[in-house]
C-alpha cells in the first residue's frame, strides 16, 4: 500500500470502543451508516468515565482494547464525531488489527491527559453497557443526530 492509500484508509476509518461500538448511535451521530468489521487496538486501556456511562482510552503497553472499526466515513462525518465526543478527547491516528492479523490506521478519539483525573479505576464494559447504560446513555444524548461541528 502506498503513502497516498495509507493517508486515505486513516483519514476516513474509525475506531470505536464504547457507546459509538452500536450501530445505531453511530448512524445517528454521523448521519450516514458504515461498514464495520471488529478490530483491537493494541498499547491502550479503555477506563470507565467517572459519573458517566461512556469510557476513554489513554495509552498503556500493557493492555489492548476490543472495538469496532468503521470503514470510509465520509468527509461530512468527521465534525460530527468531534463534537460528538467533545472536549475530553483529542482525535488521533492509531494503529488497529483487523482479526486476519492484519493492520490498519484509523482515527480514535483518545482522552486528554488534563482531564485523565475523571477516569475510574475500572476497566469499562460494553456488555453492561448494552444491559444498564444504553438506554441511559441516549436518553443523556438525545439530538446528537443533528450535532454539528464545534
Known sequence: MNRTDTD??????CFA????MCD?????VCGTRSTRRPATLHGYRRRAVVGATYPGVEPNADHCVQGVLYLELPDSAWP???GFEGEEYE???VEVE??????LRAWTYVFRPCFAHRLAPDDWDYEHFLREGKARFVA???GFDTLQAR
Open 80 to 82: 460530527r464525531l468531534d
Open 140 to 142: 443523556d444524548y438525545i
Open 98 to 103: 483487523m482479526a486476519d492479523g492484519s493492520r
Open 17 to 20: 470502543y464504547g457507546s459509538l
Open 8 to 13: 486515505h484508509q486513516a483519514s476516513s476509518a
Open 91 to 93: 482525535r488521533r491516528i
Open 24 to 28: 445505531d448511535i453511530m448512524t445517528a
